[in-house]
C-alpha cells in the first residue's frame, strides 16, 4: 500500500514538473518582432519543446505574424496562410508539431528577413527507451 501511495506521489510530481517546465520566449527579445533582428540566430539559439509558448510583440499598424508552412516560409509566399495573427502581442503555444514558420505577411518584411522557422526539440529515443534487467532499479524488480 506505501509503495504505490509513493508511485502515485512520484507521478504527480513529474506530471507537475512538466506543466512547469514550459518556457515563454518573446521573439525578438527586447526588439520584438520587427524588421532588423537576425531571427535565425535568435531561434537557433534556443530549444524550443512543446508546450513552450512565444510571445509576439509588434506594432499591429505594420506588421502582423502569419503562421506558414515551410514551401510558402522559404518563398515568402502569403496567400496560403495556416493562421494569422494581428493583435500586435499575440501569444502562441507550440503543440504537435516539428517545426512552426512565422512570416509577417506585410509586402516586403518577410523578404527583408522578418521570418522565423521554430523547431522543436523531442526526447531523444535513448531516453525512451525501456530499461534492461541491469538498469532496472530495486523498486522495477
Not at 10 to 15: D, P
Not at 43 to 72: P, W
Not at 77 to 85: G, K, L, N
Not at 107 to 119: A, E, L, T
Request: hydrophobic share 35%.
Amino acid at each position: 500500500m506505501a509503495l504505490a501511495k509513493s508511485a502515485v506521489i512520484f507521478l504527480m510530481m513529474l506530471i507537475l514538473c512538466g506543466v512547469s517546465m514550459a518556457a515563454v520566449y518573446t521573439v525578438g527579445d527586447s526588439t520584438g518582432w520587427t524588421i532588423g533582428p537576425d531571427y535565425k540566430k535568435w531561434a537557433n539559439s534556443k530549444k524550443f519543446h512543446n508546450g513552450d509558448t512565444l510571445v509576439f510583440n509588434y506594432n499591429s499598424e505594420i506588421h502582423n505574424v502569419m503562421q506558414m508552412r515551410q514551401q510558402d516560409y522559404n518563398s515568402c509566399t502569403t496567400s496560403s496562410p495556416i493562421a494569422v495573427y494581428t493583435s500586435g502581442s499575440d501569444r502562441i503555444t507550440l503543440k504537435g508539431s516539428t517545426h512552426y514558420y512565422f512570416i509577417c505577411g506585410f509586402p516586403g518584411h518577410c523578404q527583408s528577413g522578418q521570418k522565423v522557422n521554430i523547431n522543436i526539440t523531442t526526447p531523444s529515443t535513448v531516453s525512451q527507451q525501456t530499461p534492461t534487467a541491469s538498469q532496472k532499479t530495486d523498486l522495477d524488480r
